[in-house]
């Protein structure tokens, strides 16, 4: 079955960097790509951009340009989503998705908390 | 770029009630329009995508419609497995935004 399976709960410091990863299993990972959602506490969802796995093509959210990286690696079908320069407001569940559009395949979600 | 507006913020409803969520985009979005339920501590799940069309394993009890810039999704009867949080997503063009999320708890 279709799986997605992120890494695990991160703490960090205010301007530090997060990588986040989300292995896919289950289906051919080129055919789809991956999108990155994020879910502040109490917040409802954020798209923050999508890399197709096929070409490495990215499309970022706005509010995220300059400061997310997407990748793939497709030997072992692995997304990653770094975000630099953490700040408060980006303590969030973090969410992998198989983007088609729209997105019938989520990953657990990843917590990352950013605190001093 | 193009807003997405759900209504209401929230809702309470009895067992067996018929339960209307309504999405407004700022722009036409043809049929590009999702719905998802997403329970407490869990990623969302797949309901309804292009606007109408139910995912599969998803109970009949959900439909949706619509088409542009308003869409509807209604639940024929509430159920208590129901309670969630409703969002919809436009994906037409990026960016893939969502609604602001709709609660539905059981009265």
């Known amino acids: 079955q279709v799986q997605l399976v992120q890494s695990g709960t991160e703490v960090k410091k205010p301007g530090a960097s997060v990588k986040v990863s989300c292995k896919a299993s289950?289906?051919?990972?080129?055919?789809?790509?991956i999108s990155w959602v994020r879910q502040a506490p109490g917040q409802g969802l954020e798209w923050m951009g999508w890399?197709?796995?096929?070409?490495?093509?990215?499309n970022y959210a706005q509010n995220f340009e300059g400061r997310v990286i997407m990748a793939t690696d497709t030997s072992t079908s692995t997304a990653y989503m770094e975000l630099r320069n953490l700040r408060s407001d980006d303590t969030a569940v973090y969410y992998c998705?198989?983007?088609?559009?729209?997105?019938?395949?989520w990953g657990q979600g990843t917590l990352v908390t950013v605190s001093s | 770029d193009i807003q997405m507006t759900q209504s209401p913020s929230s809702l309470s409803a009895s067992v067996g009630d018929r339960v209307t969520i309504t999405c407004r985009a700022s722009?036409?979005?043809?049929?590009?329009l999702a719905w998802y339920q997403q329970k407490p501590g869990k990623p969302p799940r797949l309901l309804i995508h292009?606007?109408?069309t139910l995912q599969s394993g998803v109970p009949s009890r959900f439909s949706g419609s619509g088409s542009g810039t308003d869409f509807t999704l209604i639940i024929s009867t509430l159920q208590p497995e129901d309670v969630a949080t409703y969002y919809c997503?436009?994906?037409?063009?990026?960016?893939?935004?969502f609604g602001g999320g709709t609660k539905v708890e059981i009265k």
């Open positions: 292009t606007a109408s």
């Open positions: 890399i197709s796995t096929h070409d490495g093509i990215t």
């Open positions: 997503q436009k994906y037409n063009t990026a960016p893939l935004t």
């Open positions: 289950g289906y051919i990972f080129t055919n789809y790509g």
């Open positions: 998705a198989r983007h088609r559009p729209p997105y019938d395949a």
């Open positions: 722009q036409g979005i043809s049929n590009y």
